[in-house]
Antibody, heavy 116, light 108 residues
């Protein structure tokens, strides 16, 4: 069965970077784009960016351009989302999701807290 | 930046029909998707490509599109349908995905 297993919760100081992983199983990793979505507590969903695991092509929301990088390690079917220059407003749950004409499978989310 | 607009809340009695709208200028050109999210859980896709339904989603959930507005219709609403619902689409270029602000469905 399709699964996306994300790395554990992180606590970071303002100005630091965080790298969240998303390990895919149950399907061919390179066949579907991976999207990253975040959700601050009590707030709505916010699209962060996407990656094609086959080509490595990426696209990022304008809000995050220059601060976010999505990468992959195809040999272990894992995608990564790195966000730099963290600020308190980046405190949120970060989800990875498979894009198959819509985000059909989601990870359980990784909580990232930014606090001094 | 491109935005999708949803009503913040919709209330309906059990057994009735709930309709949640989502408006955006690029919706005539781009497919829309709907997600259900319950507290503490990851979202679940309930419709895709405007009106298709994933396997395992009850037939009570349906999507439709008309011009710059897409609608999620939930027929014969049940208590378990109480959740936040989000529409998602892309800007006119297709390069950037976007979510609506979300609609809280309350089952009275």
């Amino acid at each position: 069965q399709v699964q996306l297993v994300q790395s554990g919760a992180e606590v970071k100081k303002p100005g630091a970077s965080v790298k969240v992983s998303c390990k895919a199983s149950g399907y061919t990793f390179t066949s579907y784009d991976i999207n990253w979505v975040r959700q601050a507590s009590g707030q709505g969903l916010e699209w962060v960016g996407w990656m094609n695991p086959n080509s490595g092509n990426t696209g990022y929301a304008q809000k995050f351009q220059g601060r976010v990088t999505i990468t992959k390690n195809t040999s272990i079917s894992t995608a990564y989302m790195e966000l730099s220059s963290l600020r308190s407003e980046d405190t949120a749950v970060y989800y990875c999701a498979r894009d198959n004409w819509g985000l059909d499978f989601w990870g359980r989310g990784t909580r990232v807290a930014v606090s001094s | 930046s491109y935005e999708l607009t949803q009503p913040p809340s919709v209330s309906v009695s059990p057994g009735q029909t709930a309709r949640i709208t989502c408006s955006g200028d690029a919706l005539p050109k781009q497919y829309a998707y709907w997600y259900q999210q319950k507290p503490g859980q990851a979202p679940v896709m309930v419709t895709y490509k405007d009106s298709e339904r994933p396997s395992g989603i009850p037939e009570r959930f349906s999507g439709s599109s008309s011009g710059t507005t897409v609608t999620l219709t939930i027929s014969r609403v049940q208590a378990e349908d109480e959740a936040d619902y989000y529409c998602q689409s892309a800007d006119s270029s297709g390069s950037y995905r976007v979510f609506g602000g979300g609609t809280k469905l309350t089952v009275l």
